[in-house]
């Protein structure tokens, strides 16, 4: 099949999981193509059976706003057509659903049909969706769209709370390629940052508000009271300043390690006992089902679909939203002794095996055929 992927090339979770997704198609002998305004940060270097379109605006002194969405619909049309696509698969509704509305009528006009799959990540729904002004376009998208996934049951009912749709949203999770065993942690690596006594904490996001990273320095704080240990913080984003700042505040700098963007997080995540997520709404969590498939226990938010992943009192603990108290309550209960820590590390590691790449990948695939069959 060739199909063309449509993202966010970012570090976002969407763009991380429609990356992914393309370069296992890829590895299954599909024929990928990438189109987005720059290259996709997870995908790498060169690989068989991938293609990387980039959409690329021109200025003029007449727009104070590129118009990114009809250059990105034209270039969904003109790779249809020279590269044969058999179907589009865009991530995030706005504005990749609507471009990709778009193009499938112009190419109608011309004679060719190809359906696009919508995959809702989100903030698309729970947060930039929200906002009235796109909720005509978001509706409409939904209901034109020839197939609507939501990477979680979450999502799912969000989207039927806020849009006036009564479109079929079929859940597919998000998904990790799982390891069974976990990796033997790199003591030499992980001296670089703790003594070998002390735990590793780790948070991993785009510093959006959203992802409250005030409150993983609010756990650590108690937390470290209690046991001397380090948190890394993996990301960058607009509340890093800020973060930085409390740090200093709470005295805790010799402690706190920025990281800033890594690429590859399993590294980091391979040195971790604890992963903290306390966002205030989050469809999914991946960056927790990752820290999980690592065997990394969670102390999270109980928020949209992060209780889908982390399962409480088993791989980790889910709390309300800002209660910090309760989470490093919670942290501090895995961290107790080794055996407790060893329990929930196996625990977290096996429930990542039920978001296994291959079973989820596939599910997507008959999306696919089935929509090629109509
Ligand atoms: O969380 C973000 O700010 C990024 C956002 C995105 O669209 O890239 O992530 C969303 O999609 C991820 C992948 O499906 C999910 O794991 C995240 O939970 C979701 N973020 C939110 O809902 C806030």
Redesign the pocket.
């Known amino acids: 099949m060739k199909i063309g992927i449509v993202l966010?090339p970012?570090?976002?979770?969407?763009?991380?999981?429609a990356t992914e997704l393309g370069k296992f198609l890829a590895k299954k002998g599909h024929e990928i193509h990438f189109i987005t305004y720059s290259q996709p940060v997870r995908l790498g270097s060169f690989r068989q059976n991938i293609y990387y379109h980039e959409v690329l605006v021109s200025e003029y002194p007449l727009f104070d706003y590129e118009p990114y969405e009809t250059v990105l619909a034209s270039k969904m049309v003109d790779v249809t057509k020279h590269e044969g696509l058999d179907i589009l698969h865009v991530?995030?509704a706005i504005p990749h659903a609507s471009a990709a509305f778009m193009a499938r009528e112009i190419l109608k006009s011309q004679g060719i049909n190809i359906p696009f799959v919508t995959?809702l990540?989100?903030?698309?729904?729970?947060?930039v969706g929200k906002d009235s002004s796109f909720e005509p376009v978001i509706t409409f998208c939904l209901n034109e769209s020839d197939a609507v996934t939501a990477?979680?049951e979450s999502?799912k009912s969000d989207t039927y709370k806020h849009f006036k749709t009564t479109r079929e949203i079929e859940v597919i999770p998000?998904f990790i390629p799982v390891r069974k065993k976990r990796n033997d942690v790199k003591k030499e690596v992980r001296r670089n940052y703790a003594m070998d006594d002390e735990p590793i904490l780790c948070h991993v996001?785009?510093f959006?508000k959203?992802?409250r990273v005030e409150d993983v320095l609010r756990v650590f704080s108690i937390v470290n009271q209690q046991v001397k240990s380090k948190v890394l913080l993996v990301g960058d984003g607009p509340e890093r300043y800020r973060l930085e700042k409390l740090c200093r505040e709470l005295g805790l700098c010799d402690r706190v390690i920025f990281l800033g963007k890594v690429r590859d997080t399993q590294h980091v995540l391979e040195i971790s006992d604890l992963f903290v997520l306390p966002?205030?709404?989050?469809?999914?969590?991946?960056?927790?089902?990752e820290a999980m498939a690592m065997g990394v226990p969670v102390i999270s938010s109980n928020t949209?679909?992060?209780p889908e992943v982390n399962i409480h009192g088993e791989t980790g603990f889910t709390s309300e939203v800002g209660d910090v108290e309760d989470m490093a309550k919670n942290a501090l209960h895995i961290l107790k002794d080794d055996e407790t820590l060893e329990v929930f590390r196996q625990k977290a590691l096996d429930r990542s095996q039920s978001f296994d790449v291959e079973t989820i990948v596939q599910r997507y695939e008959n999306v696919y055929n089935r929509l090629l069959k109509k």
């Not at 970012?10 to 999981?17: A, D, I, Q």
């Not at 990540?121 to 947060?127: A, E, N, P, S």
């Not at 966002?279 to 927790?288: P, Q, V």
């Open positions: 966010y970012t570090f976002g979770g969407s763009g991380v999981v991530h995030y995959t990540h989100g903030t698309d729904i729970t947060l990477v979680s999502l998000n996001s785009n959006r959203v992802k966002s205030e709404t989050e469809s999914f969590g991946l960056a927790a089902l949209g679909g992060i």
